[in-house]
């Protein structure tokens, strides 16, 4: 069955901080690995999108790896804005076609 | 470019009745997703179409659901008859490409009473 899955379900981090964010899936078939992020009530904002040959990707102060020996992805955030505070979605899929993990809820605070 | 545009952006409907949710993706691009979002079950593809012709439909949930791409500037997901279960925000994405960026919209926030 193609799940993806996150962890921690919720984190709580003080401004400035850095943060590392986990995420396992077994997708088949697997082209990318992207992360988004969802602030409360909009709609999910694309950071990252790897391929599978890619190991590292960087956007801004987000820098996300991949190992797709072990299907495992991270997201790093660097020292972290209150504007950080959402929701980080992994998701894992062949092309267009993907899978969702269930996010990883952030709170920055001052 | 507006960026991908929803609409309604609320609905409130009983029981029964037939909604219909609308989207306007960004020009140009060549796919075009669904999805809809609840606490329990976190985001779930419902369809994608890819040049105006679906593509995966598997994630619609009953004969219930329907979803049109008439052209390349216009979809509509439609409910007849709507539940109480149906609940949930959805939205629409689209994007250019394979392995490429998706733009999602604000999403369209439904409540079936």
């Known amino acids: 069955k193609n799940q993806v899955e996150q962890s921690p379900q919720s984190l709580i981090i003080l401004e400035g901080k850095n943060c590392t964010l986990q995420?396992?899936?077994?997708?088949?078939?697997?082209?990318?690995l992207r992360w988004y992020k969802q602030d409360t009530g909009r709609g999910p904002v694309s950071l990252t999108i790897?391929?599978?040959?890619?190991n590292t990707k960087s956007n801004g102060r987000y820098t996300a790896t991949l190992d797709a020996d072990t299907k495992q992805s991270s997201l790093h955030i660097t020292a972290s804005q209150l504007s950080d505070s959402a929701s980080y979605i992994c998701?894992?899929?062949?092309?267009?076609?993907?899978?969702f993990g269930p996010g990883t809820r952030l709170s920055v605070l001052p | 470019d507006a960026g991908v545009i929803q609409s309604p952006r609320h609905e409130v409907t009983e029981m029964g009745q037939e909604v219909t949710l609308r989207c306007k993706p960004i020009?140009?691009?060549?796919?075009l997703f669904w999805y809809r979002q609840t606490m329990m079950r976190g985001l779930e593809l419902l369809i994608y179409f890819n040049n105006n012709v679906p593509i995966d439909d598997s994630g619609m949930p009953e004969d219930r659901f329907s979803a049109k791409m008439p052209n390349a500037s216009f979809s509509t997901l439609k409910i007849q008859p709507s539940e109480p279960r149906d609940s949930a925000v959805y939205f629409c994405a689209s994007a250019s490409g394979q392995i490429t960026e998706a733009f999602f919209g604000q999403g369209t926030r439904l409540t079936v009473v």
């Open positions: 790897m391929t599978f040959s890619e």
């Open positions: 995420c396992n899936y077994t997708v088949s078939p697997f082209s990318n």
């Open positions: 998701v894992g899929g062949y092309g267009q076609n993907f899978v």
């Open positions: 020009s140009g691009h060549d796919y």
